[in-house]
């Protein structure tokens, strides 16, 4: 299993951004995928999840309103739209699934199995 993270960069402060995640093969269309993030000198912490089939979607409190998640299960991608950027935004954001089977939404990052490589979100004030 393959997660691909992609769309980070740089941008200005109120400015936004449009993550994808692509997942390798079908295992992505029944599974929850989360967004997470790590920013320099602190833990990975979660941001975003949508389960299988999109109807169950959970936000960190400090994304609310600014950021949304939505998923093509045709595509096998899951994005991440990011509106209204702060710099305290910046930070290597990750998509990750579970194993097959486990079907919540969950905001925990043990829960999650599958990794992507990370893409670099720098948000300038």
């Known amino acids: 299993v393959q997660l691909q993270a992609s769309g980070g960069g740089l941008v200005q402060a109120g400015g936004s951004l449009r993550l994808s995640c692509v997942a390798s093969?079908?295992?992505?269309?029944?599974?929850?995928v989360g967004w997470f993030r790590q920013a320099p000198g602190k833990e990975r912490e979660f941001v975003s999840t949508?389960?299988?089939?999109?109807?169950?979607?959970y936000y960190a409190d400090s994304v609310k309103g600014r950021f949304t998640i939505s998923r093509d299960n045709l595509a096998n991608t899951v994005y991440l739209q990011m509106n209204d950027l702060k710099p305290e935004d910046t930070a290597v954001y990750y998509c990750?699934?579970?194993?097959?089977?486990?079907?919540?939404?969950?905001?925990?990052?043990?829960?999650?199995?599958?990794w992507g490589q990370g893409t670099l979100v720098t948000v300038s004030s």
């Open positions: 990750a699934t579970r194993f097959p089977g486990n079907v919540v939404a969950s905001q925990q990052i043990s829960d999650y199995r599958y």
């Open positions: 949508i389960n299988g089939n999109g109807y169950m979607i």
């Open positions: 093969g079908r295992i992505m269309s029944n599974s929850p």
